[in-house]
């Protein structure tokens, strides 16, 4: 892909900030029958970039569905600074992450903290900044925080993961340290992929992207490289017990899976506790992608994008032996970043539904899932002309997220 074409293309998703109050939601009455009817009409009408065609019913364009229980939502604050990932504490409230290198606490109501200072220095271009976050499952005793950023290396730069300790009074992050870094470095501001999460052994999963260029693009498939793939890590940064390449020649034992372009969301489902993620495509081609120990999940060999210019990628392939095929996946792209699973009773339709933060179609995209496949799709928040950054549900059963305007918002029942 032409730099200048690439630059120009997310230049043109990059819009600024708007303040206003929005505290309504869903018209009361909005039906939806009970199981989705995969017949109604897909919430997507623009055309696809490309011809290409599905690897099975229901792969893209699912029928619509809407929520019937009223909801709402609110704005609980504009005055966060290119928030990225927010996480509950056990007390309910959120820790938020902004770019440039600060953590903030927001009560539910939207009272934000200081900035919380501490952290290593941040590479703040493009793509780069602080990414997401996660708290130590044991943080009530232990206060223990993990994220990933963007460092600068004398090479270039790098997906980076560190840890520190919350201090008493949350102003600071105490004894910072930088536990892994996803080499090799490269200098580009683009594809950190950058989300973390624990998951039931006390390991911690992370997210790289390929870092976008045309050289580095082939790392993706590269087991000798940690670009372009999902990771298992220990709190001390080392490869996590039983990953599937430990032991193997010429491949990193961190790794848990590979063929990915750039991993923005990350999340348990919480019935199955399977892994899921969300990639960013070219032009078309974002996927939703079930995780597997050890699978291929086929970048850039397979897509069902093209490139920004219009042009093919590779050899203009969609299936191929040896690498899965995406469960979902949108054309045009809605720009997929972080993503939750609603296991909360407030709502109870959407238990187990997927919740996806899209950036360039400024919505909040809704997925039910049944049987490892999408069975209806909806917008939400679609007139709110948001970036939508990361969502996440809180400990009171509401969603929360974040947009890159600085907005925090508050979805819940009526």
């Given at each position: 892909?032409?730099?200048?074409?690439?630059?120009?293309?997310?230049?043109?998703?990059?819009?600024?900030?708007?303040?206003?109050?929005?505290?309504c939601g869903q018209k009361s009455g909005t039906k939806t029958e009970t199981?989705?009817?995969?017949?109604?009409?897909?919430?997507?009408?623009?055309?696809?970039?490309?011809?290409?065609?599905?690897?099975?019913?229901?792969?893209?364009?699912?029928?619509?569905?809407?929520?019937?229980?009223?909801?709402?939502?609110?704005?609980?604050?504009?005055?966060?600074?290119?928030?990225?990932?927010?996480?509950?504490?056990?007390?309910?409230?959120?820790?938020?992450?902004?770019?440039?290198?600060?953590?903030?606490?927001?009560?539910?109501?939207?009272?934000?903290?200081?900035?919380?200072?501490?952290?290593?220095?941040?590479?703040l271009a493009g793509q780069g900044g602080l990414l997401g976050i996660t708290?130590?499952?044991?943080?009530?005793?232990?206060?223990?925080?993990?994220?990933?950023?963007?460092?600068?290396?004398?090479?270039?730069?790098?997906?980076?993961?560190?840890?520190?300790?919350?201090?008493?009074?949350?102003?600071?992050?105490?004894?910072?340290?930088?536990?892994?870094?996803?080499?090799?470095?490269?200098?580009?501001?683009?594809?950190?992929?950058?989300?973390?999460?624990?998951?039931?052994?006390?390991?911690?999963?992370?997210?790289?992207?390929?870092?976008?260029?045309?050289?580095?693009?082939?790392?993706?498939?590269?087991?000798?490289?940690?670009?372009?793939?999902?990771?298992?890590?220990?709190?001390?940064?080392?490869?996590?017990?039983?990953?599937?390449?430990?032991?193997?020649?010429?491949?990193?034992?961190?790794?848990?899976?590979?063929?990915?372009?750039?991993?923005?969301?990350?999340?348990?489902?919480?019935?199955?506790?399977?892994l899921w993620e969300t990639e960013f495509g070219p032009r078309g081609g974002?996927?939703?992608?079930?995780?597997?120990?050890?699978?291929?999940?086929?970048?850039?060999?397979?897509?069902?994008?093209?490139?920004?210019?219009?042009?093919?990628?590779?050899?203009?392939?969609?299936?191929?032996?040896?690498?899965?095929?995406?469960?979902?996946?949108?054309?045009?792209?809605?720009?997929?970043?972080?993503?939750?699973?609603?296991?909360?009773?407030?709502?109870?339709?959407?238990?187990?539904?997927?919740?996806?933060?899209?950036?360039?179609?400024?919505?909040?995209?809704?997925?039910?899932?049944?049987?490892?496949?999408?069975?209806?799709?909806?917008?939400?928040?679609?007139?709110?002309?948001?970036?939508?950054?990361?969502?996440?549900?809180?400990?009171?059963?509401?969603?929360?997220?974040?947009?890159?305007?600085?907005?925090?918002?508050?979805?819940?029942?009526?």
């Open positions: 892909m032409h730099k200048y074409l690439k630059h120009q293309y997310l230049t043109m998703l990059c819009i600024g900030g708007v303040t206003t109050m929005v505290a199981t989705p009817d995969s017949t109604a009409a897909p919430v997507e009408t623009s055309k696809a970039n490309s011809d290409y065609k599905p690897a099975f019913p229901g792969q893209t364009r699912i029928g619509s569905v809407k929520t019937k229980t009223p909801y709402e939502f609110k704005v609980l604050s504009n005055d966060l600074k290119s928030p990225w990932g927010v996480t509950s504490l056990p007390d309910g409230r959120l820790l938020i992450t902004e770019k440039a290198g600060v953590l903030r606490i927001a009560t539910t109501d939207g009272k934000l903290s200081e900035p919380i200072t501490g952290l290593p220095a941040v590479k708290i130590d499952p044991d943080f009530s005793n232990n206060r223990m925080v993990y994220w990933v950023f963007s460092e600068q290396r004398p090479d270039g730069t790098l997906t980076a993961v560190a840890k520190g300790k919350l201090s008493a009074d949350e102003k600071k992050i105490e004894n910072a340290t930088i536990i892994y870094r996803a080499t090799p470095a490269h200098k580009s501001d683009l594809h950190y992929g950058g989300r973390i999460l624990f998951d039931k052994t006390g390991n911690l999963v992370v997210s790289t992207g390929e870092r976008s260029d045309l050289e580095t693009r082939p790392l993706a498939q590269d087991l000798k490289a940690a670009l372009g793939k999902v990771l298992r890590i220990t709190k001390d940064g080392q490869a996590a017990p039983g990953n599937p390449f430990a032991g193997k020649p010429d491949a990193r034992p961190e790794i848990w899976s590979y063929g990915h372009r750039n991993v923005q969301g990350l999340a348990f489902h919480p019935t199955t506790g399977d974002d996927e939703l992608n079930r995780i597997e120990p050890g699978k291929n999940y086929g970048w850039p060999t397979i897509t069902y994008g093209i490139e920004y210019s219009g042009e093919k990628i590779g050899d203009a392939i969609q299936k191929k032996d040896g690498m899965e095929q995406p469960v979902y996946y949108w054309d045009p792209v809605i720009s997929p970043s972080g993503i939750t699973f609603y296991s909360g009773s407030q709502i109870p339709e959407w238990k187990d539904n997927l919740f996806i933060a899209s950036l360039s179609r400024t919505h909040i995209d809704r997925l039910v899932i049944e049987n490892n496949k999408v069975t209806g799709e909806e917008r939400l928040l679609a007139d709110e002309g948001q970036r939508f950054r990361d969502v996440t549900e809180g400990k009171d059963g509401a969603l929360y997220a974040v947009t890159d305007m600085g907005r925090l918002y508050k979805i819940s029942k009526k």
